[in-house]
Antibody
Framework: EVQLVESGGGLVQPGGSLRLSCAAS????????MNWVRQAPGKGLEWVSS????????YYADSLKGRFTISRDNAKNSLYLQMNSLRAEDTALYYC????????????WGQGTMVTVSS | QSALTQPRSVSGSPGQSVTISCTGT?????????VSWYQQHPGKAPKLMIY???KRPSGVPDRFSGSKSGNTASLTISGLQAEDEADYYC??????????FGGGTKLTVL
C-alpha cells in the first residue's frame, strides 16, 4: 500500500522550533520529488517547500523567509521539515506530498501532522 | 505568490453539472499547462482529480473534466452525485520551481 505518514507535530511557543518527519512506504521514494504543503485551520492549501529526488534542488515559498529547512534520507525513505522561529501564522496541518513528474502534480498525500504555535 | 482565485462556494442538484473556476495570472495559470485539481472531503487529505489542465488519473470518473482559457482554469463535474460534495482546490505551477493553490471552493450537492 502506498503510504506517507507524518509525525512530529504538536504545540510550540512562538519563537520555538519543531522538526516534522514523514515516512514513506509502498513506492520508490528515492524516485520522487517530495514536498510539504500546509493548511491552516479552516483555510486553503499552501505549498511550503520541495526537494528533488537526490536532494540536489530545494525550493521554498517566499513567505517562509529562511525559517524552514527541508531535507530527506532516501536510505530511510524519510522526509523532514525543520521549522525555526515559529509564528502563530505557522499554525496548520502539514502534509507530506509526493510529486509525480509524469503527471506534474501532487500525486500522493499523507494524512498530515498538526502544528500549533501558541503561548 | 498570491493565491489563485476560486469562488467560495458552488452548488448543484444530483445529475446536474457544475463548473468551478480558478483565475490566476500570466505568471501561473496562463503561463503553464501545469494546472491540477484536488478534492478534499472533511477531515481527509486532498486527492488528485485532474492534472496537466485536463488529464484524469486512473480511477477518477470521467464525470470530472478540466480545461483552461487564458488565465482561467475550470473544473467541470457532470452528473453530480452526493459523494462529490467536498472542497475543491486548483493548483498551478508559478515558475521558479514554486506552486500556488487556489483558496478552495465548497461544492454542495443539494
Amino acid at each position: 500500500e502506498v503510504q506517507l505518514v507524518e509525525s512530529g507535530g504538536g504545540l510550540v511557543q512562538p519563537g520555538g522550533s519543531l522538526r516534522l518527519s514523514c515516512a514513506a512506504s509502498g513506492f520508490t521514494f528515492s524516485s520522487y520529488s517530495m514536498n510539504w504543503v500546509r493548511q491552516a485551520p479552516g483555510k486553503g492549501l499552501e505549498w511550503v517547500s520541495s526537494i528533488s529526488s537526490s536532494s540536489t534542488y530545494i525550493y521554498y515559498a517566499d513567505s517562509l523567509k529562511g525559517r524552514f529547512t527541508i531535507s530527506r534520507d532516501n536510505a530511510k525513505n524519510s522526509l523532514y521539515l525543520q521549522m525555526n522561529s515559529l509564528r502563530a501564522e505557522d499554525t496548520a496541518l502539514y502534509y507530506c506530498v509526493a510529486y509525480s513528474s509524469s503527471s506534474s502534480a501532487f500525486d500522493i498525500w499523507g494524512q498530515g501532522t498538526m502544528v500549533t504555535v501558541s503561548s | 505568490q498570491s493565491a489563485l482565485t476560486q469562488p467560495r462556494s458552488v452548488s448543484g442538484s444530483p445529475g446536474q453539472s457544475v463548473t468551478i473556476s480558478c483565475t490566476g495570472t500570466s505568471s501561473d495559470v496562463g503561463g503553464y499547462n501545469y494546472v491540477s485539481w484536488y478534492q478534499q472531503h472533511p477531515g481527509k487529505a486532498p486527492k488528485l482529480m485532474i492534472y496537466d489542465v485536463s488529464k484524469r488519473p486512473s480511477g477518477v470518473p470521467d464525470r470530472f473534466s478540466g480545461s483552461k482559457s487564458g488565465n482561467t482554469a475550470s473544473l467541470t463535474i457532470s452528473g453530480l452525485q452526493a459523494e462529490d460534495e467536498a472542497d475543491y482546490y486548483c493548483c498551478s505551477y508559478a515558475g521558479s520551481h514554486t506552486w500556488v493553490f487556489g483558496g478552495g471552493t465548497k461544492l454542495t450537492v443539494l
